[in-house]
């Protein structure tokens, strides 16, 4: 089956710095790579996400980009904010259309 | 508002007891996911229904049950066979069995002594 690793697992970075987190996937036929923000004690919402025949995608201050050759693909988030701070879950889907989901990325943002 | 609603926020039990989390979800989606969260891991995939009164078993299915009589409801009853149930779960729905994208409600605090 699907394995989705993601790095790193704690992030934290200074307002206005960017933060990228990173994710591979080890099944050549997923072709759905979706990004979650999970704030605390709360469900995830997706933020973005990427399909297979898209190198890269953009909505504001974040973007997705995906490397299908290396099997990764990274979330971008630039000019961070302290509402930014959350935990981030990547996610690979292929032909079942259910999701193998990352360890998470806990994205703290100082003011 | 359209969405998905999961109930209690918080739940305790005692050891040995069963004990059932709702979700209902009113976006007329069909197809609806139990997943379990624990510290420091990501989403696994408990039981998913595609259709109603059809179901499968996830990755971690051994412990818990599942019903889907209606298409808005799908209930997980964790038993007292789950040998360790205190975790956070979160129900989801998708548009069909064939849509990617989910829609997470907001979970269910269980914890067992």
């Known amino acids: 089956g699907e394995n989705v690793e993601q790095h790193p697992s704690t992030l934290s970075v200074q307002e206005g710095d960017s933060a990228v987190i990173k994710c591979t996937y080890s099944?050549?036929?997923?072709?759905?790579f979706p990004w979650y923000k999970q704030e605390l004690g709360k469900g995830p919402q997706l933020i973005i996400d990427?399909?297979?025949?898209?190198g890269e995608k953009k909505d504001q201050r974040i973007a997705v980009t995906l490397n299908k050759t290396a099997k990764h693909f990274s979330l971008h988030i630039t000019e961070t904010q302290p509402e930014d701070s959350a935990v981030y879950f990547c996610a690979a889907s292929g032909g079942s259309y259910i999701p193998t989901f990352g360890r998470g990325t806990s994205l703290i943002v100082h003011p | 508002d359209g969405g998905i609603t999961q109930s209690p926020k918080y739940l305790f039990r005692k050891e040995g007891q069963n004990v059932t989390l709702s979700c209902e979800q009113n976006?007329?989606?069909?197809?609806m996911y139990w997943y379990r969260q624990d510290p420091g891991q990501g989403l696994r995939l408990i039981y998913y229904s595609q259709i109603v009164n059809d179901f499968q078993k996830g990755d971690i299915a051994e412990g818990y049950s599942v019903s889907r009589e209606k298409k808005e409801s799908f209930p997980l009853t964790v038993t007292s066979a789950q040998k360790n149930p205190t975790a956070f779960y979160l129900c989801?729905?998708?548009?069909?069995?064939?849509?990617?994208?989910?829609?997470f409600g907001p979970g269910t605090r269980l914890t067992v002594t």
């Open positions: 976006l007329n989606h069909d197809a």
């Open positions: 099944d050549s036929a997923s072709n759905y």
């Open positions: 989801a729905s998708t548009l069909s069995g064939a849509s990617y994208e989910q829609y």
């Open positions: 990427i399909r297979s025949n898209v």
